[in-house]
């Protein structure tokens, strides 16, 4: 290579390098300029900030645990809706469905994921929501209404119809990731199960064997999704700093309280608290994005993982 | 005998209902979607209008519009495009070509988490180093938040494209004693051009459809702003005030709003799918 | 000589390209019925007409009869899943499922409701193993991945998971092509042995391999069926030339 480093390829390559650098450059500002920022609260509150339940700013109280609440039960909430669903259809349209019939459904599936967050917001405001309030809350309250998470007063707007809304948007990368962890599955291991008198559905369970590390890898990249997903979770969660049991009650999410309330925090102890909470958000998709890789890598190699994050 | 005949049957009765199952769940995704596109369209017909697209927003009952939104979308994604378009795609060629070595697996990695970040983090970035300094809200703001997010989408996909050029052809002019970037840039770059440009659309898509970075970077205006440096409108920012907002004839126009962004950004995707699919 | 398969007038399609012409080839029971021929022909195709595992092929079409145990299995209304429980199958590459050596042999016997309590399922699982002469070599590793076996290890495991389920008949697609020759000795010593409780169909691209396990064998060609006779008068006195030319090494 060394001898034919004419002073073009060095300033080609350098441009290139610079280019290449700057998104390291965004990613370290980026940590950098939150770090700093919240520097404020870390200094008055310490880790206590991550557990205290009281949020009030004109009091100057601030707690962050409703926020992580309502993010991780309204994230586990998609995951428990969407990733039956994502294994389905990733199912069908690998192992059962002609290519014929699956191309259009995976196309359409992917055209879910293409519909921005906002869109999904004001459905559900005007769709879901009163969904909820009319029909589907009613027929929870009646036959579960012993649960505790099914009681209380039916709005329309709270955790569940953020984790349904959630669990919509990130069905489409799960089955994505499915499919392609399924679609690794050499043929050898349906014809293993095949040849020993497997039906149908018990080589699929094969298949789906092989490929569990891959589809954990999916779970795990959906659950980034969710946690970091904000305006529609915005518009339909409720946005209402308190942990109760019932999912039909307002919640608040990380994301959510970043979206509503950032532009109005205007002294300097509120927004620290508030991009604190950023910097929660920020380092937890990492590190859950950076394990979905690892996860995803192990069986549809690295082509495919670098695919979806 | 018969005990294994039972098991065998329920063997069956298993296989079909799990199978159904399974198509039951892609019938149920794709009636979802066509649920939320079929209220979308219904929903948004009746209030387009020649005014609502041109006109700015009008105290309630006064009727008003969105064309200050459709511009302002529209500059702010071109701003990001200008920015977002070169550098990722020399990212991606850097990646492509001297990246297979520990600073480009960095870069790489660090590019998927950026993918990864949610868009909001982005605008709160932007809202402490543009924002804070500049004392106001700005299109310049947001375009930048925007850009941000496309650099390492634009990058990946770049990479992945380059990559799918055959070697043969790298080599075939490397042979004839052409140096190593003008191979990458009249030879590579050309042949892996076409998908870098759908790459390129997709991303477009996606951050005009993007709210969150928008929020408190470009915030929102009630005029025509051409100018940078002032807060700028944006269409998805308009969908979610109306949306949030307590005047019917506000929501009628955030649906009205949403079928032109989701028709737009659906064209994007179709005419896409529709390019990539002819090669195959 | 009775007839465990017999095969008239085959035809095999893979879209429109037809890949087997008109085979018509009986196989009796308890033997060992090799199909030899040049690659591509159309052995392993024809193979798999036998447990239809053709079936998974979207564009693949078959008509003529296979009959195994006087029923055409593609008569309308077979049951696939009891026809490939009763004709088993091995791979050219060894196919262990992701799980320990145990499990891999107790996998057909589970789903398929063979045993009646933990205990039989401990002793099928080990009689199997027997059959396919690893149990000595796995006995106190049960539980371990099977990923952990030596390829000719896994190629046994796959064929003690395949007696597992109690087959009538097997079909080896080339078996032994990925082994040394010691493991491949090991296989084909295991074929003659089984002979005695099946009907085994085995497809090679070893002359000698051929000779030295099977009773009869057929000879394949673009498709067509050129010769079928006993082993030892098809490697002294063919019938063909064609077949002589073949085994001779006169053509690859
Ligand atoms: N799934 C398939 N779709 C289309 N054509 C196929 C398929 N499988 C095999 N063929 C074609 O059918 C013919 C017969 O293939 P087959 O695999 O049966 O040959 P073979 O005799 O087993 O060869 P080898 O000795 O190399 O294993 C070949 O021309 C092959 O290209
Ligand atoms: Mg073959």
Redesign the pocket.
């Known amino acids: 290579m060394a001898q034919s480093s004419t002073l073009g390829d060095k300033v080609y390559r350098t441009i290139l390098f610079v280019a290449a650098s700057s998104i390291l450059l965004i990613v370290a500002a980026i940590f950098y300029m939150m770090v700093q920022s919240s520097m404020p609260t870390l200094q008055r509150f310490g880790i206590g900030f991550l557990w205290a339940r009281e949020w009030n700013p004109s009091q100057e109280l601030f707690g962050a645990l409703p926020f992580i609440y309502g993010t991780v039960v309204s994230s586990l909430l998609a995951l428990l809706i969407a990733v039956p669903i994502s294994l389905g259809i990733a199912v069908f349209l690998v192992e059962q469905a002609p290519k014929k019939i699956a191309r259009p459904i995976a196309f359409m599936i992917e055209l879910l994921a293409a519909i921005p967050s906002v869109v999904y917001g004001l459905w559900g405001i005007f769709v879901l929501a009163p969904f909820i309030r009319e029909y589907l809350g009613p027929v929870l309250q009646d036959n579960l209404g012993f649960l505790p998470i099914f009681q209380g007063r039916l709005t329309g707007i709270g955790m569940l119809t953020g984790g349904i809304i959630l669990a919509i948007m990130i069905t489409p990368i799960v089955t994505a990731v499915v499919r392609d962890v399924l679609e690794a599955v050499p043929n050898t291991q349906r014809e293993a199960a095949l040849a020993l008198g497997a039906t149908k559905w018990e080589t699929t369970m094969i298949v789906l064997g092989n490929a569990a590390s891959g589809i954990a890898g999916a779970v795990v990249l959906g659950l980034g999704r969710a946690v970091g997903e904000t305006m529609a979770v915005t518009m339909v969660i409720g946005n209402s700093p308190q942990i109760s049991a019932s999912l039909f009650e307002p919640a608040y999410t990380i994301a959510s309280v970043l979206a509503a309330n950032f532009a109005d925090a205007t002294d300097e102890i509120y927004l620290s608290a508030l991009i604190e909470m950023a910097l929660v958000l920020f380092l937890v998709t990492v590190v859950i994005n950076g394990l979905a890789k690892l996860l995803i890598m192990s069986v549809a190699g690295r082509a495919n993982a670098s695919k979806h994050t | 005998m018969t005990e294994a005949a039972t098991v065998h049957s329920k063997r069956r009765i298993t296989n079909l209902v799990m199978t159904s199952l399974t198509a039951i769940c892609a019938v149920f995704a794709t009636t979802v979607l066509l649920i939320i596109l079929g209220f979308i369209a219904y929903q948004g017909i009746s209030s387009i209008s020649w005014e609502f697209l041109t006109d700015t927003p009008k105290p309630v009952g006064e009727g008003g519009g969105i064309g200050n939104a459709i511009v302002g979308s529209a500059m702010m994604t071109l701003l990001a495009a200008i920015i977002g378009l070169p550098v990722g795609i020399a990212a991606g060629v850097y990646l492509a070509e001297f990246g297979k070595n520990w600073y480009g697996n960095t870069i790489r990695f660090i590019a998927d988490t950026l993918i990864g970040v949610p868009s909001i983090i982005i605008g709160i970035f932007i809202y402490t180093v543009v924002v804070m300094p500049m004392g106001r809200q700005s299109g310049l703001a947001g375009g930048l938040a925007l850009a941000i997010i496309m650099i390492p989408i634009v990058a990946r996909t770049t990479e992945e494209m380059i990559n799918l050029v055959p070697n043969s052809m790298r080599e075939g002019a490397l042979a004839l004693g052409a140096p190593q970037w003008r191979v990458s840039w009249n030879i590579v770059l050309p042949a892996a051009m076409s998908g870098i440009a759908t790459g390129a659309m997709l991303a477009i898509a996606r951050i005009t459809g993007e709210t969150a970075p928008l929020l408190f970077t470009a915030l929102n205006s009630r005029f025509y702003n051409f100018y940078y440096d002032q807060p700028m409108s944006s269409l998805t920012v308009q969908i979610y005030n109306f949306a949030t907002g307590p005047f019917e004839v506000e929501h009628a126009m955030a649906w009205a709003a949403t079928l032109l962004l989701v028709g737009f950004i659906l064209f994007i995707n179709i005419i896409v799918r529709y390019l990539t699919r002819k090669k195959h | 000589m009775q007839s465990k398969i017999s095969i008239k007038d085959l035809d095999f399609f893979?879209?429109k390209?037809q890949?087997l012409f008109n085979i018509s080839l009986e196989i009796p029971e308890h033997e060992v019925v090799a199909f030899i021929?040049?690659?591509?022909?159309?052995?392993?195709?024809?193979?798999?007409t036998l447990n239809r595992m053709n079936d998974t092929?979207p564009?693949?079409s078959v008509s003529g009869q296979v009959i195994i145990d006087g029923k055409d299995i593609y008569a309308p209304g077979t049951d696939v899943v009891a026809l490939r429980r009763k004709v088993g199958m091995v791979f050219?590459k060894s196919n262990p499922f992701p799980k320990s050596i145990f499990e891999n042999v107790a996998y057909g016997i589970r789903i398929n409701g063979i045993h009646s309590d933990r205990e039989d399922m401990n002793r099928r699982v080990e009689k199997a193993l027997r059959d396919a002469a690893l149990w000595d070599e796995v006995k106190d590793r049960l539980t371990t991945s099977a990923f952990g076996l030596s390829g000719g290890q896994q190629q046994r495991l796959c064929i003690a998971r395949a007696l597992a389920v109690q087959p009538d008949v097997i079909l080896m697609?080339?078996p032994a092509s990925a082994l040394d020759p010691i493991a491949t000795q090991k296989i084909e010593e295991l074929v003659v042995e089984l002979k005695k409780d099946y009907t085994i169909v085995i497809?090679t691209?070893n002359m000698q391999q051929a000779a030295r396990v099977s009773d009869r064998t057929a000879f394949?060609m673009l498709?067509k069926l050129i010769e079928y006779n006993p082993t030892q008068k098809m490697f002294t006195n063919p019938d063909e030339k064609l077949t002589e030319d073949y085994i001779t090494g006169r053509f690859g």
Request: hydrophobic residues 30%.
């Open positions: 893979y879209g390209e890949a021929g040049p690659s591509g022909c159309g052995k392993s195709t024809f193979l798999r092929i564009i693949a050219q697609d080339e497809v691209h394949f498709g």
